[in-house]
Each structure stands twice: as C-alpha cells, then as structure tokens.
C-alpha cells in the first residue's frame, strides 16, 4: 500500500484539493491528510498500520461504531436481494413506521439521499406552502450547501445577506435573511418588516456545525410562537441532532413541536439518508399529491434503509444512558488532562459537551458566533496535532464537533487516558 503523501498527491492531482468535502483536507492544519483504510468499533485504522481513537465517527451517523454486527449482519441480508429497485419496496416502509411511531410530531415523511437535499426540499415546501419567499437562518447553523443556504451577514442592517460561496445569485441571496442566534429583538424586527413574506424560520434547534453553540429553549419557544403568530413555519434541521440528542431530537427533549423538521446522518446508520418530515397536512404538498416537486434516482435505498432502522432499533433509553455515560467521562478525561498535560499546554482548553456531542474549545461558554475565540483556528494547531500522534483523532477542524458513540465503551476510555498520557 502507498504510503499518505504519495496518496494525497495522487489525489490532489486528480481530484480538486485531493478531497470530496472540502472539511477532510486538514486545511488551516498545515498537514497532509491521513488515509484510512477501515473502521472497527472506535477506531480508524490508516495506510501505514496505525489505529486511532475516533472521535469524528465519519461527522456524526456512526451512532453505534464502525461496523456494527447487528447493521452489518442486516446490509449482508439485504444485499442478497439487490441494492436498488426504483420501486416501491418494504424497507422504506418500515423505517417510515417505526420512525412515525416512535416520534409523536411526525405523521408523514419522505426519505432522501443527504441532509442538504432534505433541507433543500423543506425550504421548497414551506415556500410552496405559505406562497412566501423569505427564510430566516441563523448565523452560526448550517444547513448543507444548498444555494439558499450558503448565505452569510451582510455588512449592513440586521437581516441583510450575501453570499458564502462564489455562484450564489444575488436573487437567492436577497430571500435568506441572516440573524444571529438568540437575538430575539431582531427577530421581531424582520416580523414587523417582512413578516408577510417570511414563509419559515430554520434553525439547528442545538448548533453543531460551527463549534456546539447551545441554545436556551426559552430562545426556541419564542421561535415556535412568533412564527405561529406570522402564518411562517419553523423548520428544525435536526440533521445532526436528531436520534443523537435522543431518540425524538432537540424537538422531544425541549417539548416542541416544530412544522416540519429534516433528519441525516444517523437516519442512514452510515448510509446515504436524508429525511424530511411533518405533519400530513404539509406533507401532502409534496408531489405526486402536491405540486412542490421533489424526486431522487435513488431516494430510500433499500441497503441504506436497513442500515438505518436497524441502526435506530438499538437506540433505546438504556443505550442513550450509556453513551451520555461515556461522553461524561470522556470530558472528565479530557479536562484533567488539558489541565496537567506537559505544564499545562492545553490549560485554556474545556469541553462544551451536549449528550454524546463535545467541543473542545478555548472558553468556557460560546452561545453565538460573535462568542467564540478569533483565535480558535490557529490555536487547534498543535492540539490536532499532538493528540494524532498519539492515536486520538479528531474531526480536523476546530469548529467541528466530537462524536461519541455506543463503542466508545470504558476499555475504549482507558485506552484514551493511556494514550493520553503516553
Ligand atoms: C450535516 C448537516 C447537514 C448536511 O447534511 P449532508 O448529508 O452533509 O448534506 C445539514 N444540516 C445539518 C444540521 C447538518 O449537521
């Protein structure tokens, strides 16, 4: 096998910065990118014979680990009878019902190929259903690289936006007004301006994309009623937070009910999945009932569909207790460390931990953008650094969350305090 740089080169040549998501090429890390040739339980395993502790599990779907028995005694099964069919089949059908019964806000839903293609076609919905144009976003939540969505501040007043990415029409730019997160006063302000024509609010109900920015509930009770008040909808990305955060999402624990709300990463348990769902009275929007259009080639693929229910089957009250169980010592560990490692090199460093999601991060809170360290980058540096020599890897970038999953059980979290302190 060849070793990293001559990979890496090899890609760079063939394919545009030698990645195909741009958050993989250690950029701003000043370092060739590993390549890894498998996964088992909590660890990635590279070219040259190295194992790792992985703490970015693929950025969140490998709820359970890599390779799991169960998902992978099922993806055998399933790829007995064929891997696409463009038909409707049972295996959509029942991750549909179980995921219908198990969360009591959603009474229809459709199954897509990503977490953008699922907020993609929410955003369309919600237009195509209030006859509005403007969506609110907040500065700081992601929400896939959908045009409408690569849209930042602009430098003017509150609500003004331009584009994040080159490509972006000015026509689409116009109709995301950018907020920031928790400011409610602007919000009313955009209602009073522009609240005919604001057909939802999206948001990540618990930021995650751009370090783990929590939010208060009260901020998201005050969502649910303005735009009940103003006829707009309230579309909760729970692409990351959804089955994570509990098996319901930010949604179910916080206690509301949002219009519709997209799903990703572990709906798919590893597998392509995205999901949009809602109650039936929007659902029917869509086509073939409804005029808003949306289609995919291969949308429910039958191999990612049982790798996402029987990935889900196992996400029961007993398991969500035991990963949050892991995730709370792995803090523990991580703190002591920052705290004692090589006279206290890592000392301004604390975890901001949510359930099974933890930020490793230079301040003790950071509840909007404007909050977190300008220095956040450069200072990663030599964390990433230090921590990939010895075996611990992280997402590599600093404004990345970690994922901790069901195989990150205590043997694992002893192997990290001895790799820690190795
Ligand atoms: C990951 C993510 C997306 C995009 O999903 P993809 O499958 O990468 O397209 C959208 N929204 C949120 C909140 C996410 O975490």
């Given at each position: 096998m060849n070793s990293t740089p001559t990979l890496f080169a090899r890609s760079t040549a063939i394919v545009p910065g030698g990645v195909?998501?741009?958050?993989?090429?250690?950029?701003?890390?000043?370092m060739t990118p590993k390549f890894f040739t498998k996964g088992q339980g909590a660890y990635l395993y590279d070219t040259e014979g190295e194992n790792y502790i992985d703490f970015c599990m693929s950025f969140g779907p490998l709820m359970l680990g890599h390779q799991d028995p169960q998902v992978k005694a099922s993806l055998s099964k399933a790829l007995e009878r064929g891997w696409t069919f463009g038909t409707c089949e049972p295996y959509s059908l029942e991750l549909a019902e179980y995921l219908v019964e198990k969360i009591n806000f959603i009474e229809q839903i459709r199954f897509v190929n990503s977490g953008t293609e699922a907020v993609m076609t929410a955003l369309r919905l919600a237009r195509g259903a209030t006859h509005r144009n403007k969506i609110i976003k907040f500065n700081g939540c992601y929400h896939g690289h959908t045009d409408a969505m690569l849209i930042k501040a602009g430098s003017g007043l509150a609500g003004t936006a331009q584009a994040s990415s080159a490509g972006i029409p000015e026509g689409i730019a116009k109709d995301t007004l950018i907020l920031e997160l928790g400011d409610k006063a602007s919000v009313q302000q955009c209602f009073a301006h522009s609240g005919e024509d604001i057909a939802a609010i999206i948001i990540e109900?618990?930021?995650?994309?751009?370090?783990?920015?929590k939010q208060d509930y009260e901020f998201l009770k005050f969502l649910r009623k303005i735009t009940k008040e103003n006829g707009a909808l309230l579309i909760f990305d729970e692409v990351i937070t959804g089955f994570r955060i509990g098996f319901g999402g930010v949604a179910s624990k916080a206690g509301i009910t949002p219009d519709l709300v997209t799903y990703g990463k572990i709906i798919g348990g590893g597998l392509p999945v995205g999901a949009i769902a809602g109650p039936k009275k929007l659902m029917q929007y869509l086509a073939p009932i409804g005029d808003v259009y949306q289609a995919g080639t291969l949308s429910a693929n039958p191999l990612a569909m049982v790798a996402g229910l029987e990935t889900l089957k196992q996400l029961t009250d007993e398991t969500y207790a035991k990963i949050e169980q892991y995730s709370a010592s792995l803090s523990e560990i991580f703190n002591k460390w920052f705290h004692e490692w090589n006279n206290g090199e890592f000392n301004n460093y604390k975890i901001i931990s949510e359930s099974s999601l933890f930020w490793i991060v230079p301040t003790d809170t950071a509840t909007n953008v404007n909050e977190i360290p300008k220095t956040l980058t450069e200072d990663f540096r030599p964390l990433f650094a230090t921590l990939l020599d010895k075996g611990i890897y992280l997402s590599p970038n600093a404004y990345e969350v970690g994922f901790v999953s069901l195989a990150h059980d205590e043997t694992v979290l002893k192997d990290l305090t001895e790799r820690l302190w190795h």
């Amino acid at each position: 096998m060849n070793s990293t740089p001559t990979l890496f080169a090899r890609s760079t040549a063939i394919v545009p910065g030698g990645v195909h998501s741009p958050v993989r090429s250690f950029k701003g890390l000043d370092m060739t990118p590993k390549f890894f040739t498998k996964g088992q339980g909590a660890y990635l395993y590279d070219t040259e014979g190295e194992n790792y502790i992985d703490f970015c599990m693929s950025f969140g779907p490998l709820m359970l680990g890599h390779q799991d028995p169960q998902v992978k005694a099922s993806l055998s099964k399933a790829l007995e009878r064929g891997w696409t069919f463009g038909t409707c089949e049972p295996y959509s059908l029942e991750l549909a019902e179980y995921l219908v019964e198990k969360i009591n806000f959603i009474e229809q839903i459709r199954f897509v190929n990503s977490g953008t293609e699922a907020v993609m076609t929410a955003l369309r919905l919600a237009r195509g259903a209030t006859h509005r144009n403007k969506i609110i976003k907040f500065n700081g939540c992601y929400h896939g690289h959908t045009d409408a969505m690569l849209i930042k501040a602009g430098s003017g007043l509150a609500g003004t936006a331009q584009a994040s990415s080159a490509g972006i029409p000015e026509g689409i730019a116009k109709d995301t007004l950018i907020l920031e997160l928790g400011d409610k006063a602007s919000v009313q302000q955009c209602f009073a301006h522009s609240g005919e024509d604001i057909a939802a609010i999206i948001i990540e109900p618990l930021p995650a994309n751009n370090g783990l920015l929590k939010q208060d509930y009260e901020f998201l009770k005050f969502l649910r009623k303005i735009t009940k008040e103003n006829g707009a909808l309230l579309i909760f990305d729970e692409v990351i937070t959804g089955f994570r955060i509990g098996f319901g999402g930010v949604a179910s624990k916080a206690g509301i009910t949002p219009d519709l709300v997209t799903y990703g990463k572990i709906i798919g348990g590893g597998l392509p999945v995205g999901a949009i769902a809602g109650p039936k009275k929007l659902m029917q929007y869509l086509a073939p009932i409804g005029d808003v259009y949306q289609a995919g080639t291969l949308s429910a693929n039958p191999l990612a569909m049982v790798a996402g229910l029987e990935t889900l089957k196992q996400l029961t009250d007993e398991t969500y207790a035991k990963i949050e169980q892991y995730s709370a010592s792995l803090s523990e560990i991580f703190n002591k460390w920052f705290h004692e490692w090589n006279n206290g090199e890592f000392n301004n460093y604390k975890i901001i931990s949510e359930s099974s999601l933890f930020w490793i991060v230079p301040t003790d809170t950071a509840t909007n953008v404007n909050e977190i360290p300008k220095t956040l980058t450069e200072d990663f540096r030599p964390l990433f650094a230090t921590l990939l020599d010895k075996g611990i890897y992280l997402s590599p970038n600093a404004y990345e969350v970690g994922f901790v999953s069901l195989a990150h059980d205590e043997t694992v979290l002893k192997d990290l305090t001895e790799r820690l302190w190795h």
